[in-house]
């Protein structure tokens, strides 16, 4: 799976949009984007994921650049329940990676801070 | 939260005493997921199953064995536990829709080995 660059951290003013970025100059073609988060002391929770096309669902916007080198996660109205760690992901998936053990590798992620 | 349980959701133990912690779900998805969680390391695979009986090794299964004897249950034993095997442990499921699949977690097990 491809490698990607995170910030360490960043603030937000409560209620404005949160941009992540997410550099993944090495991503293959078959290779899909993925955000999670982690709440202090809980599990790990799905986002959003994209190929190629900006996608959207009712927690956040997922805007992947033409080269999908890089892409953006924008929570477009943050709450101080959205602080978090913010982790992206590239992986392929199962059906493309001919099986074996298809864990998510998680780095360092984004600490995103929410100020009220 | 994909219908997924953990328990216990705390457990102290000692060194050398067999721990097994249980993932449920409620939805029949055939992939399952142990990871352990710890600081400096992220989140890092033990093992996992891709159906009844179906198991193999993640990137940290020395130490650990699992068992799926029905769909909805993945358990993780610890035969005998030692004081590095106190972590956090993940337990997911995968759900899949055409060529993309997801992996959901649920709430964790805090384990501590003293």
């Known amino acids: 799976d491809a490698k990607t660059t995170q910030p360490t951290s960043m603030d937000c003013a409560e209620g404005r949009a949160a941009n992540l970025p997410c550099n993944h100059s090495?991503?293959?073609?078959?290779?899909?984007v993925y955000w999670y988060r982690q709440i202090h002391s809980q599990g790990p929770q799905y986002i959003i994921h994209?190929?190629?096309n900006n996608e959207t669902n009712e927690m956040a916007s997922l805007i992947i650049t033409e080269d999908r080198k890089s892409s953006t996660l924008i929570l477009p109205h943050a709450t101080l329940r959205d602080t978090a760690v913010y982790y992206c992901?590239?992986?392929?998936?199962?059906?493309?990676?001919?099986?074996?053990?298809?864990?998510?590798?998680f780095g360092k992620g984004t600490h995103l801070i929410i100020q009220p | 939260d994909a219908g997924i349980t953990q328990s216990p959701r705390h457990k102290v133990t000692e060194t050398g005493t067999p721990v097994t912690l249980r993932c449920h779900q409620t939805e029949n998805h055939r992939y399952m997921y142990w990871y352990r969680q710890d600081p400096g390391h992220g989140l890092r695979l033990i093992h996992y199953s891709y159906g009844v009986k179906d198991t193999d090794k993640g990137e940290v299964s020395d130490g650990y064995s699992v068992s799926r004897s029905k769909t909805e249950d993945f358990l993780l034993t610890l035969e005998s536990a030692t004081s590095s095997q106190t972590s956090v442990y993940f337990c997911?499921?995968?759900?899949?829709?055409?060529?993309?699949?997801?992996?959901?977690f649920g709430p964790g097990t805090r384990l501590t080995v003293l």
């Open positions: 992901i590239v992986r392929v998936p199962l059906l493309y990676s001919g099986g074996g053990a298809d864990g998510l590798t």
């Open positions: 090495t991503i293959s073609g078959n290779e899909y």
């Open positions: 997911a499921i995968k759900i899949s829709g055409g060529e993309e699949d997801t992996q959901y």
């Open positions: 994209g190929l190629k």
